[in-house]
């Protein structure tokens, strides 16, 4: 062969190098293609120009080498004594490893040729000084790798590490992305968190000030209904002799001013027994079901005519409700906030005493279908001599009474207005086992 056709041998070997080249740049580059198509892509391409090798490209994962090959489907390599990265030359060196005849060099003592194999080539991957992973090519040829073939795969390798950063950075920011995620999602739960913590600070701040004024004003009404009840008592039993053994000695309209007089004094009386009850402390508790206590309740409204012809309807739970506590006291809960709804009421409608079990608590409620209540009366409907009431309709203490009961009881009042028109009174109280009488643990 003459020097022409060695020149002309020469020159179309470089064309030929060149166009596989920019036709790796062009699929490495430019293409929109993810990681994983551009590797199949670049291992497609060598497999024709390197027909007789086969190929494979390393990628690093953490402290393992990963293979990366079409043909093995991205399965844990078994081309390495230990995967380990301590232990591969390449990664150690980053620097090429070459193996022209595997019988005289040993190349990498890690490594692991497939059979048949004659000669091998290793090529790390690098961006900049960081190792991304390695180009390997094996042979069953010696020899085979010249030292055009070296350039042009270091060239590769080179490019190789451009679609490979990024990915790893693309990684890293999916990874950001989804911890930043993550991180919202826990803020907006703790920030959940903190606003039902500050709602419920804000009950218990409410509910503490409640307490606080119904304590005081329990004190006041305690030292005030003694010093009314014994002068009350003075008169009324003053009145009682007036009327009964010297009627027909006095005027007609004397004895018009003494009923005048003994009717508001026993108002007077009643409200003292009302300020008592107020502030009583009588702990006789029994068990008992509170379903028994409703249907006593509902048996006073059968035998009395209301003059508005409200009727009273019961939805009772089956199960038994069993609940610690004062009969007396929690019938005559279930009567104040009836009448109450029974005087909020129009003509002929109804109301509904419903009872149940929520969250492992007796639950009662008093339905009406009246005119309901302000946003603004709420909070203030339990505090004492609250009333919304004509002026003489009421004392304004019931309702304090009620609240004051379901407390020593242990339990809950809450009031709101109904879905529609009327108001809805709730009720919860602690429920016992029946035969163990001890409180259910909630």
């Known amino acids: 062969m003459n020097n022409n056709e060695v020149l002309k041998n020469e020159l179309n070997q470089k064309v030929n190098e060149l166009s596989f080249f920019l036709k790796l740049n062009n699929i490495i580059g430019f293409l929109p293609l993810n990681l994983k198509e551009t590797l199949t892509a670049v291992i497609s391409e060598l497999n024709k120009y390197f027909n007789d090798c086969k190929i494979y490209i390393f990628l690093k994962d953490d402290e393992r080498m990963q293979v990366y090959n079409y043909d093995l489907k991205d399965t844990d390599n078994k081309l390495h004594l230990l995967d380990n990265l301590s232990s591969c030359r390449v990664f150690k060196e980053s620097l090429p490893v070459i193996a022209h005849d595997i019988k005289k060099q040993t190349g990498c003592k890690n490594r692991c040729v497939s059979e048949g194999t004659q000669s091998y080539v290793c090529i790390p991957i690098l961006h900049g000084k960081e190792l991304l992973g390695s180009l390997t090519l094996e042979s069953r040829i010696v020899n085979s790798f010249k030292k055009d073939d070296l350039k042009l795969l270091l060239a590769i390798a080179n490019q190789l590490s451009l679609p490979i950063q990024r990915s790893n950075l693309y990684s890293i920011v999916e990874n950001e992305k989804k911890q930043l995620e993550k991180a919202n999602e826990e803020i907006t739960f703790l920030n959940q968190e903190l606003k039902g913590q500050l709602e419920e600070l804000k009950l218990a701040e409410a509910r503490l000030i409640q307490q606080e004024r119904l304590a005081a004003t329990g004190k006041l009404a305690a030292n005030l209904a003694h010093e009314i009840n014994n002068p009350i008592g003075v008169i009324l039993s003053s009145l009682d002799y007036l009327r009964n053994y010297l009627k027909d000695d006095l005027s007609k309209d004397i004895n018009e001013d003494l009923d005048t007089i003994y009717k508001h004094s026993k108002r007077i009386s009643n409200l003292v027994k009302d300020l008592l009850l107020f502030v009583g402390t009588d702990r006789n508790y029994n068990f008992f079901d509170l379903n028994e206590i409703v249907e006593k309740t509902l048996e006073l409204y059968q035998r009395r005519n209301n003059a508005k012809q409200i009727t009273v309807l019961s939805e009772l739970i089956q199960n038994e409700l069993i609940i610690k506590g004062n009969e007396i006291k929690l019938q005559q809960v279930i009567v104040n906030i009836v009448n109450n709804a ?40 339990f505090e004492p001599f609250y009333t919304t009431k004509k002026m003489g309709d009421g004392s304004g203490l019931g309702l304090s009474i009620v609240y004051n009961i379901i407390k020593e009881h242990e339990g809950s009042i809450v009031v709101k207005k109904g879905d529609i028109s009327g108001t809805i009174f709730k009720i919860c109280l602690p429920i016992y086992n029946k035969n163990l009488k001890i409180g259910v643990e909630i």
Not at 348 to 368: F, G, M, P, W, Y
């Open 342 to 381: 029974i005087d909020a009421s129009s003509d002929n409608s109804h109301i509904c005493i419903r009872t149940n079990l929520e969250n492992q608590k007796a639950s009662l409620e008093v339905i009406d279908y009246g005119v309901g209540i302000n946003s603004n009366e709420i909070e203030k409907i």
